[in-house]
């Protein structure tokens, strides 16, 4: 029965539609038969764990990744050299929230956010209570001497939580500057989450040489709550010490995995994810999800038989976390080569169910990509739309004009774990995972088939 709907369905596909849904079809049955990405992930989760830039984890990720390339049948593989920023962050951080009034003292739920210094001793000062950036500008006189705390908090009213990130992820990139700016002796901001817990959430920051640099940290948002909620009626101090530490550059590697092609060999298609992650956390589904998704893509291709018409590179990139000095060299070396990227896709945005892709490219190409719409949405693309590509693919469309996309799984859990303890193998689903990998894989097929 099956089979004759099928049947009836085929009349509406040109020759041509028909052949990509079967091998589409085909991909997506391999894939979710015969897939090893989540025994992949159970891996480099488990056995390598956090993997930072500059760390010897890193290392063991990098050499893993070049194995398991070359296991599932790369024509080639390598490393490729890059300087990466190398951030220890010590051990033994605490924050105490202790109230002027009952001089209580509250263990804080807490992080230090990726490059920022340590505190060298315990630092203890008044809090000041801000909500944004226009509210320090209003406080800008209180703010000398002071641990400016920033309670910026996602917009629950966005659909898309990347938007609520992009929103409020200034005040952990750039906070601890703009409080400097006005002498604060250290930041602590609400972590960058929606999540239900306490569990404090790190990520990057940015100094600004101008000013000085000082300790920062994240807290979870229970505590973060409560400082909210009590905040008109209370005044605290912030005592914290923390005790990282940026260490000169050191040298990490890109992996890359190639499969010729037969009829266009010097031009490339890219698909890769981040292999770094944050220190403390498994780095599951940011973004052991995507590395595991590019060598799957390699492995389901080899596995078919598929000779693709282009190059296609499959890069596992270092240092997006805290640097993308991984993509920055990528892209640089394939300027340096005068090298053809007629495309690049990036899965960096969690294991989840697919829904769809979005494009940083031209109008007319993001058209002759949409046409392609109904052969995805078997597998769970819903949309194919205008937007951004991925960090680590960013510099080969600002160097090279490539055209990119970035793979859009579901986004309502993904800021809960999101640069956390709680970014473990355990919160990824085979099946999700997989079928990202279906999708993906699918779109690199039409991509290389039809070129863009
Ligand atoms: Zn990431």
């Known amino acids: ?32 038969q015969n897939g090893q990405a989540y025994q992949q992930l159970k891996y480099l989760t488990k056995n390598i764990g956090g993997r930072l830039a500059g760390s010897p984890s890193y290392n063991k990720a990098a050499q893993w990744g070049l194995e398991t390339f070359k296991k599932v049948g790369a024509d080639n593989a390598f490393l490729q050299e890059c300087l990466v920023p190398h951030w220890i962050r010590g ?19 807490m992080t230090a956010i990726g490059n920022s210094i340590g505190s060298k001793k315990e630092i203890t000062a008044p809090l000041i209570f801000i909500e944004n950036y226009a509210d320090l500008e209003a406080k800008r006189e209180e703010v000398k001497g002071k641990i400016v705390y920033y309670n910026a908090a996602f917009n ?17 990139v750039n906070g601890p500057s703009r409080a400097a700016k006005y002498g604060a002796v250290g930041v602590v901001i609400r972590s960058l989450t929606e999540g239900t817990d306490n569990v404090p959430h790190t ?16 807290i979870g948002l229970e505590d973060a709550d409560f400082i909210a909620a009590n905040a008109k009626n209370e005044h605290w101090k912030i005592s914290m010490k923390t005790h990282g530490k940026m260490l000169p550059d050191t040298i990490n590697h890109n992996v890359i ?23 403390l956390c498994e780095g599951a589904h940011d ?28 890069v ?23 090298e053809k990227h007629i495309f690049a896709l990036e899965s960096d945005a969690g294991g989840f169910t697919p829904r769809g892709f979005t494009f940083g490219m031209s109008k007319e190409k ?18 194919l739309e205008a937007g951004g590509g991925g960090a680590d693919i960013g510099a080969l469309a600002k160097l090279l004009g490539t055209p990119v996309a970035g793979f859009i799984p579901d986004s309502q859990r993904y800021f809960d774990i999101h640069h956390a303890t709680t970014d473990t193998f355990e919160s990824v689903n085979k099946r999700e995972l997989l079928l990202g990998a279906v999708n993906m894989a699918a779109l690199i097929y039409l991509v290389d088939k039809y070129g863009l």
């Open 1 to 32: 029965m099956k089979k004759i709907i099928f049947l009836l369905l085929l009349p509406l596909l040109s020759k041509s539609q028909q052949d990509d849904a079967a091998f589409i079809k085909k991909i997506s049955n391999e894939i979710l």
């Open 91 to 109: 051990k033994g951080d605490y924050a105490y929230l202790i109230s002027e009034k009952s001089k209580n003292k509250k263990a804080l739920s």
């Open 156 to 172: 629950a009213t966005n659909i898309r939580t990347f938007k609520s990130y992009g929103e409020t992820g200034t005040y952990r």
């Open 203 to 218: 990520g990057t920051l940015h100094y600004n040489d101008s000013f000085p640099t000082i300790p920062a940290i994240a």
């Open 257 to 279: 995995a190639e499969l010729k092609g037969t009829e266009f060999p010097d031009e490339y298609i890219t698909v890769g994810g981040h292999l770094d992650s944050w220190d």
């Open 287 to 314: 973004d052991g999800a995507g590395v595991v998704q590019t060598i799957e893509i390699l492995r389901t291709f080899k596995a078919l038989g598929y000779q693709p018409k282009h190059t296609i590179r499959f």
């Open 316 to 338: 596992l990139f270092a240092n997006e976390e805290n640097g993308t000095r991984g993509g920055a060299k990528y892209a640089e070396e394939a300027k340096a080569k005068n």
């Open 366 to 383: 993001l058209e002759k990509v949409q046409e392609w719409l109904s052969l995805l949405k078997p597998y769970g693309t819903e949309s």
